[in-house]
Every structure is written in C-alpha cells, then in structure tokens.
C-alpha cells in the first residue's frame, strides 16, 4: 500500500502455455509479490483483443498487463508476434483516451520464469502505484465495475 | 444472473495450502449470495476420490448446469474435474477452474488480501460460465498409411518401424538409391565397423518388406490435405530400365559411351548415362539419366539396349504421376555438405589436394575413385596430412552452429589410416578450435591418436587459416606458424539439403534461423512440427550422427503409431475458432494470420472459412478480425468481457 492508500487494479492477461505457467511457478517458489494484479487467461497472448484491454480500463483497472511466450516460443508459433504489432499499436492510442501509455505493459514471461513473473508484476505495481488512480474521461462513457464497488 | 442457471461453486482447502492463507468460510459466504449459485462447498482436497464423489454427487443433488472449482493449476487437474463433471452428465466444457493456489494462496502474505484477490478471481469465473457453452469431442476418420519423404537410415528406419499389415508406408527417394549420405562412408565411428555391412541389410529389409512400397528415383510433386487425410503428389522419373527384368549385371554400364561426374563420389571421378548410383545399390537395378544419355540429345545410340540380355532397357519409359493418400508424413531429407569455396582464405580449388571431408571418405573407401587406397591426384601416396575442423561451421560469416559430426569423422578418419597403415610413415596434423564429441568411444580414440604421432594444433578460428600452394604442397599458415602438407581436408558444415525448401514451402513449416526445418519444440518435441501429422527427422533439423538419425526415425515411427491407429479415428481440437459466414467481410486478414493454414477462403461465397482439422484454438484470428465473425470457443469476446467485469 502506498502512502495514500492506493491500491491499484491491474487485469493481467496470461497466456495459458507461458505466462500462467510462469505464475505456477511463481506460485510454486512460494515467492511473495502484490495481490494487486489479478489474472484472466487466454489460450494464446494472440487472443487479446485491444477491446479487452479497452474494457478492463473502462471497468475500473488503473493498469493492464499483457504476458505472453518469449519471442519464438509461442505455443502457436506466431501469436506472441501479433500480439506485439497490436500492443505497438494501441500504446500511441491511448494518449487520446488519456490514459498514460505506462498502464499498458506487455511482457514475455516463460513457463519457468516464476522469478520474473513476480518481478514484471511487482514493477507494474509500482509504476501503476506512482502514477496513481486512472483519471477515466468521463465523455468515454461510464465505469459501471466502479460504481458498483463504491 | 438470468434465474436459469444452478451454478455450484467447490472451494478446495488443499489441506491447508490454500486455506492457511485464504479464508474460505469467508469467501463461501460472500459468494453464496450471488444469485444463481445454488451451493458452495468446501472441502480438504476435491482431487482425492471422495472430494471428487462429493462434487459429482453435489451436481445430482442440486441439478448444477455451471461449475467452479477453486483450487490448484490448471495444468494439474483441470482434466481431472472434467471428467468429474463428464461422469456426472454434465458437459465438462460446463466448468471454470481458478488457480487459488499457485496464483493467490502461495504468493500472498496479507490473508486479507488474499482473501480478496480470491473473491475478486472467482467472481470473474462466475460471470465467465453464463456464457459458457457444451462442446462435443469431434472426431474424424483418419488415414493410418504414412508418405515417408527420404530414403536416407532416418527414412529408412522410420518406414520400417512404420509398416505393417495394416499399415503401408509410402518411401520416395530422389535418387536411385537408398542410404542417403550414410553410403559414402567406409568405416563408422566409433568401432571402425565397415558401414555398408551395417547398412546394406536393413536398406534391403526396406525393399523386401512387403507394406513398403518404395518410390526409389522419384519426387513429392505436391502434398494438400491435413492430418489423418493428406494427398500427396508423386512424381516416378522415367529408369528406362524394367525392374522385374534387370538383374543388375552391369553389361550396360560397361558400354555406354557417356561419362559425366559422379555425384556419388563427390565429382572425384565420373560415371556412365547408364549407371548405378552406388556400388551394392538398393534397389539393385541401373537407372538411366536422361539428362545425359545420348539418345535423349538427339543421338541413336543403343548400346546399353544391345548390351543388355535380359531385354530390361526400355527407351519408351515415362514419367509416371502417382496420387497416395496418407495420414501423416515423415520428412527426413537430410543434409548436405557447405561449400568450402565460399572461405576466400581457403581457397579452394577443384583439383588440388585439398578435399572436402566426404570426398575423402570416399577417397578412403573401397567403392571410391581409388579403390580405397590413399593416393594423391598424381598416384603417390602422401606423406603429411592435414584435417581442418570447423570449416564453415561457428562462424556468423558462415554458419553459427556446429556440425556436431564432424570433430568424430575426423579423427575417426585419421585412426583408419593408422590402422589400416594406408601411408606409411604419414604425419597427420589436426588444426581444431574445440573438439566436439558427445559419441561413445570417441574420447578413447582421440586420446590413442593424440598419445600416438598425430598432432592436434588448437587455432583461434579455423575458417581464418589462409592455404596456398599447388598440387601436393600446400603451405597452412596458422597464427603462429606455417605449416606444410601434401593434402588437406576440409571438415566442410553440414547444411540443410537445399531439396528441402520445396517441402517446407508446400507443407507450410517454418525454418530455423541456419535453414533447417523447425519442429514444434526443440527439446521437448524435436520431431512434431506445428503443422499436426508432419514430423521431421534425421539432419534435416539438426546435423545428425547416424546414432541418432537411427533414434529419431524409430522415435517418429513411434509417435505416429501411437498417434495414428489403423482403423480408428483421430479427436480433434474441440475448442476451436468459427466463421459466421453473415458477419465475415470477407477481408482476408485473418487468412494470412492463421499459423497453421487452418483458414481458406472461400471465392464463390466470398468468405474464410476455418478448417476445424487444423485450426488449434489460439483465438489470433478472432482478435484481429475486424467484422467480429469470428468467435474462438470457450474465449468469446463476450466470455472474456464478463470475465474482466467480474474481476474488476
């Protein structure tokens, strides 16, 4: 917790060949990292549409992480790499949103790197932390996740 | 929350591992008060055999149509509660597992927040099973027989661990003869065993196994299909020699006129039109080449028909196209070797004394240009040898890896000359960077050789060695001296066989950054490719000893009979992508996205459509397409959306 009692949400999305293994692991070193982050897998990081991403800030996430497989050992030989394109992509765009281009990371963690799980997702807590609650643009539509856990 | 659905959610307390740190009680009664759940239980384990009665007898009793479990990885028992809810007649596709264990219990200290985090994750599932849907297990009949794409040990051992009664194999060969590069050897290491005496009977095992029809001198024109139902396209060149006729008795390689190098003998000396591509081939029988026989450049030379006395040559021979369906397909094409002329220091030049490490095992052996006697190009016998390693191999300016093989071949080749005493007297001189030799037996004879008179001299990089000199002196200059010799030998890369290509562009596989086929995994599933019922074996992935082509053909052999049963069909992937023919714009994208070609496109009706043998699931397609048609099961959009609103 930081100094002014911000928590903040962060959706993960997770590759279930990789990055969710990676967090077994994680799991399995018993290493201790923030209950921030929550998970949501996906078969492939290629699966994650950039309205997800769009949804889980409109919903109330204060940052989104994209963890896939290392460049070259995606499950589905290229996904990681359309994942990459559409993440290039979308950063730029969220500047029009306002929303500052930190609270989207994508990261490539492997089914046996449980240390850099827990380091990928320690630092979005803390740069997420420091840039503090997601200022939503209200003309963007409503937060209906925030009202209804207010 | 539509007043339908019964959902039951199973908190397992994993004895302690999870509820020493979560508060289960407290997430039981938090979550009972969604609507729609109709029981949440708890229990020590629901992986032991009661905690799974429990869940199974839980879903009679209060008639669930939904399912959550919060317990461990996925990876360990997500099968295991499926089966649990297939059992109790509930589709497992019906059920959503939340890794409260490795995910939250393991890695937080604050129990509160764990506690938290767990609500927040299971929440998610809750929302996530309204949407989730029953899918049934596709199957689809699948043929057993097997197109085995090379004749080399690797294609040779696979087809013979392949076929059976009821199961044919296919094996093309493009040239005449089986054994691939193995028949250019005279002596293996690490025993020094005479290689044609190990080879030649399981060649022939493969010509006389009757459920291996051999398409010897014969090309893949073309493969379509997918796994279980391949076509291939196969191309019998013309041998202008009748099989069941020729008994092999070389009368009309005697007299044919024509002589043009011998690919065999690694262009050392020449052969005939008519001719049999090695000594003791299998299949026994003579091909005629008609790039260079007389007769197909307008000459009517009929000698070798003449010759003949068994009436075998047959001028009017054809081409012939054969079509073979076949449920998966080995691709063992082997390697070749690299060119030493690309080494400018080097320079290499037919002609001189300098030879290539295969020309010399053929200079060594007994089918060779020289009768396996070591001679140099003028007939004497040499008197100081000296075997470069690494050409062209651990070298980014070449090829960045090692050839794996040839540090053994080396030194293998060096002790059959001492043995065989093939040059008195001769001293040979090995310039190596490392030596590189993971076979049996190999350090024992490198330590004979090196306690004996055969110098090892470690350089920096072998491929910066500059060669100068004329016909049988030939001046080395290594770093710190100049060295003389009266023949060299280039260990020259193993490379990728440039026929390859072909096959990779038309069963759609991806290389490795050196241009061998890349299969699916390099250490965990070296032989699979991604494109599912193709397999790579041999040194067409990797440079390979023949120990371990030997391996990967029976291994591949393996992994296709467990995979490819005869007269059973093959389960397909269930959670698949699909096309709404309505929705679809008909714009392509998804087409060129698609790793493994599961998408066509469909001209008349101007839409993609997904081949559900191959599609795997990913969900790529379904992120990019921008009309929405296409749904990835069980990850909908609206699946995944209600997942992060309850997260949230």
């Known amino acids: 917790m930081t100094e002014t009692g911000f928590e903040p949400k962060i959706v993960a999305f997770v590759c279930n060949w990789c990055s969710y293994g990676g967090a077994d692991i994680a799991g399995s070193m018993r290493l201790n990292y923030t209950a921030n982050v929550k998970l949501i897998r996906v078969m492939c990081s290629g699966r994650v549409d950039p309205e997800f991403i769009m949804e889980a800030f409109r919903g109330g996430a204060d940052g989104v992480m994209i963890l896939g497989c290392h460049p070259g050992d995606c499950h589905y030989i290229e996904g990681n790499y359309k994942t990459l394109k559409r993440y290039n992509m979308l950063k730029p765009l969220l500047k029009q949103f306002n929303i500052e281009q930190d609270r989207l990371h994508l990261d490539w963690v492997s089914a046996s790197e449980g240390e850099k799980f827990a380091r990928v997702v320690e630092g979005m807590n803390d740069r997420i932390s420091k840039l503090g609650p997601l200022n939503w643009d209200k003309s963007l539509g409503e937060r209906p996740h925030v009202e209804a856990l207010s | ?648």
């Open chain 2, 1 to 648: 929350m539509n007043g339908k659905e019964r959902i039951g959610l199973f908190l397992c307390e994993c004895s302690k591992n999870i509820s020493g740190t979560i508060d289960v009680h407290k997430v039981k009664d938090e979550l009972s008060r969604l609507p729609d759940m109709a029981t949440v239980e708890i229990t020590n384990l629901y992986c032991s055999q009661e905690g799974k009665n429990e869940i199974a007898e839980s879903i009679k009793k209060h008639d669930l149509t939904k399912v959550i479990i919060g317990a461990c990885s996925v990876k360990q028992h997500e099968k295991t509660f499926m089966g649990v809810l297939e059992e109790a007649g509930l589709n497992p596709y019906y059920m959503q597992m939340v890794n409260i264990r490795e995910h939250i219990a393991w890695v937080t200290k604050d129990p509160d927040q764990a506690t938290a985090k767990a609500m927040a994750q299971l929440k998610a599932a809750y929302f996530r099973v309204y949407y989730h849907d029953a899918f049934e297990k596709k199957e689809i009949d699948a043929n057993a027989d097997v197109l085995v794409v090379g004749g080399g040990l690797a294609g040779c051992e696979a087809a013979l661990n392949l076929a059976s009664e009821d199961r044919k194999v296919y094996l093309v060969e493009t040239n005449p003869s089986l054994g691939g590069q193995a028949t250019k050897y005279e002596f293996s290491y690490p025993h020094l065993e005479c290689c044609s005496c190990m080879i030649v009977p399981k060649l022939q095992e493969v010509v006389e196994n009757p459920n291996i029809e051999l398409l010897n001198y014969s090309d893949v024109e073309d493969v379509v299909g997918f796994f279980g139902n391949f076509n291939a396209t196969i191309k019998k060149k013309a041998k202008y020699v009748v099989p069941d006729k020729c008994i092999g008795c070389n009368a009309c390689v005697e007299v044919c006129p024509v002589e043009v190098p011998n690919e065999h003998d690694e262009f050392l000396n020449m052969r005939k039109a008519v001719y049999f591509q090695v000594t003791g081939a299998t299949p026994f029988i003579p091909v005629l080449d008609d790039q260079n026989c007389l007769r197909f450049k307008d000459q009517d030379c009929t000698k070798c028909r003449d010759a003949c006395m068994f009436e075998a040559i047959d001028y009017a021979d054809k081409d012939e196209i054969v079509e073979v369906p076949v449920g998966a397909i080995v691709l063992a094409t082997g390697f070749e070797t690299y060119d030493p002329a690309n080494i400018p220091g080097l320079n290499y030049q037919p002609g001189i004394d300098i030879y290539t490490a295969l020309q010399f095992e053929r200079l060594l052996s007994n089918t060779g240009p020289t009768g396996g006697k070591l001679v140099k190009r003028d007939g004497s016998k040499p008197t100081s040898l000296v075997m470069v390693h690494c050409v062209g191999s651990r070298d980014k300016r070449y090829n960045n890896y090692c050839s794996n093989v040839c540090c053994s071949a080396l030194i293998k080749m060096s002790a059959h000359i001492l043995e065989e005493k093939m040059a008195e007297g001769i001293k040979i001189t090995h310039v190596y960077r490392d030596l590189t030799m993971g076979s049996t037996g190999m350090e024992e004879m490198y330590e004979k050789l090196e306690e004996g008179e055969v110098r090892f001299l470690k350089v920096p990089n072998p491929n910066d060695l500059s060669l100068h000199g004329s016909n049988s002196n030939i001046q080395i200059t290594l770093p710190h001296e100049t060295i003389q010799a009266d023949m060299v030998v280039l260990a020259t890369a193993m490379v990728p066989n440039r026929k390859s290509e072909k096959f990779i562009e038309m069963l759609m596989l991806s290389q490795d950054a050196d241009g061998f086929v890349m299969p699916t995994h390099k250490k965990m599933d070296p032989l699979a490719t991604p494109i599912e019922g193709v397999f790579v074996i041999g040194s067409a992935s990797y440079p390979e000893s023949i120990t371990d082509t030997i391996i990967d053909g029976a291994a591949a052999a393996g992994k296709i009979r467990s995979e490819l049963q005869p007269g059973k069909s093959i389960e397909i992937e269930t959670l698949i992508s699909t096309i709404d023919e309505e929705q679809c714009s008909g714009c392509k994208t998804c087409v060129v996205l698609c790793p493994y070609q599961a998408i066509g496109y469909d001209k008349e009706k101007g839409v993609s459509h997904i081949n559900e043998v191959l599609c795997r699931g990913c969900g790529t397609c379904v992120a990019a397409c921008p009309s929405n048609a296409i749904t990835a099961r069980h990850y909908e959009d609206n699946t995944i959306l209600a997942e992060i609103g309850g997260l949230l």
